[in-house]
């Protein structure tokens, strides 16, 4: 048994797999000096493995294996770093995935600011981006269909006059 058996959500945020590396290279985990080490971590940490340790196992090989073939010379000189970025994608992914429960990337998807998701506004869609077409207009940006200025469609906001209910 584990949490997801016993709650409805997550007890923590799911990260999409670009966000997680790039947190991963900005808090230094990963040396971004490394030629195309976010394109090729990545590609490592969004294949599909059967179990973690499959995935981590396949996270290695895949991206010591693209440099010792892409830059031999780097792969030698630069080997600690190499397995440190290695280390950092292999908990971006076992933080994130769990092929055991079919959790992966985009299962729990965070609805938070309409950022990667359509959110609160999953009825009918406009041109397929999930724009709920009972808001107002102003209230969509007409160039990507976020939602530009606070609703109480999926729940009231406290600076929302229209919102407030006196206490019963």
């Known amino acids: 048994m584990d949490c997801l058996d016993s709650h409805t959500r997550p007890s923590h945020p799911f990260q999409p797999a670009d966000s997680a590396v790039d947190e991963a290279l900005a808090e230094g985990r990963i040396d971004r000096s490394l030629p195309f080490v976010k394109r090729e971590g990545l590609a490592a940490v969004t294949a599909e ?43 971006v992914y076992t933080t994130n995935v769990f092929p055991s ?44 269909g976020s939602v530009i200025r606070a609703h109480t469609r999926c729940a009231p906001t406290a600076s929302d006059p229209a919102s407030q209910h006196p206490v019963r």
Not at 55 to 65: L, S
Request: aromatic share 6%.
């Open 49 to 91: 493995y059967a179990t973690q340790e499959a995935a981590r196992e396949g996270i290695a090989d895949h991206v010591t294996a693209f440099y010792r073939s892409d830059y031999p010379e780097l792969a030698d000189e630069r080997a600690e770093d190499i397995q440190e970025a290695v280390a950092a994608l292999q908990e």
């Open 101 to 144: 429960m079919n959790v992966t990337w985009d299962t729990y998807p965070n609805h938070i600011g309409h950022q990667r998701s359509p959110g609160c506004s999953r009825g009918k869609s406009d041109s397929g981006r999930g724009v709920d077409r009972s808001l107002p207009r102003e209230a969509v940006n007409a160039r990507n």
